[in-house]
């Protein structure tokens, strides 16, 4: 797998889980239900999850430096 690959899938476990989140907060406003700052830790700490769970086999950190 090459750079560019690695660095699109590091991207799609970036971006996934906060566009989740702004789909949250649009429905909550759309509702007008009080939002909670609760799910916007959850998706940033999933997005890091992902990288670094599934992201470091295709994009390895050693090869950065």
Do not use: H, Q
């Amino acid at each position: 797998m090459n750079l560019l690959e690695g660095f699109l899938l590091n991207a799609i476990f970036m971006i996934a889980p906060l566009l989740f989140y702004l789909f949250y907060l649009v429905e909550t406003n759309n509702l007008g239900k009080k939002e909670n700052d609760l799910f916007f830790d959850i998706s940033l700490c999933s997005s890091i999850y992902f990288c670094l769970r599934f992201g470091m086999e295709y994009f390895p950190v050693a090869t950065l430096f």
